[in-house]
């Protein structure tokens, strides 16, 4: 006579509304790591080079030259630094607050490259001459044919890439589909078939 084992429970399936911890860690980790290394490449340039001097990396390919940006990231819209010190404050806490509801790994890296861009250059904002909330970023990477810029902006790009990819692909914050909005049927013109 063999014996049976009793019948185990189902898995409960994960709360939706609670995100793993993991994700909310790798979005944090992300974020500061970016953003460190950000304010200390800009620290680094700021000590190091004179401003407006090319500094050759790879001959013409890649050279340093400080500069001070008044405008967004590769110095667009110069004139409307109050504007852009407020946008980017309103990312940050966006960005803050939909992490609470990651599940996704891309998303958390995604959102953790645009945190560390939007604070990084924010960060410059707010403690950089002229003064507060109008404070010049620092930008010293020059690429040919490119505005120069700096590792802030580099994350801001690449996370616009990944959320482009992201919502291409139609991944959820959750790292699940994306419900697709039904289309209406249209209605039969001439009123349907005659007898």
């Known amino acids: 006579m063999t014996e049976t084992s009793p019948p185990q429970p189902p898995a409960r399936e994960p709360d939706p509304e609670t995100p793993p911890a993991r994700r909310t860690w790798l979005f944090f980790a992300v974020a500061a790591v ?11 340039a700021v000590a190091s080079l004179e401003p407006g001097v090319p500094y050759p990396v790879l001959g013409e390919i890649v050279q340093l030259r400080l500069i001070r940006n008044p405008g967004a990231a590769f110095s667009f819209a110069t004139g409307m630094t109050w504007i852009f010190t407020i946008i980017a404050t309103v990312v940050v806490v966006v960005v803050i607050r939909v992490s609470r509801r990651l599940r996704s790994r891309a998303w958390a890296v995604a959102l953790g490259l645009l945190l560390a861009g939007a604070l990084g250059n924010l960060t410059d904002r707010f403690l950089r ?20 810029f700096n590792v802030a902006d580099s ?33 039969a013109r001439g009123g349907g078939r005659r007898g």
Not at 129 to 148: E, K, N, S, T, Y
């Open 155 to 187: 994350c801001i790009c690449a996370a616009a890439v990944l959320v482009a990819v992201l919502a291409f692909r139609n991944v959820g914050l959750d790292g699940r589909p994306v419900p697709s909005t039904p289309r209406r049927a249209r209605p």
């Open 34 to 44: 970016l953003y460190a290394a950000d304010q200390l490449t800009k620290v680094a």
């Open 129 to 148: 001459q002229p003064g507060f909330a109008r404070g010049h970023v620092v930008d010293f990477v020059q690429l040919p044919h490119w505005p120069i």
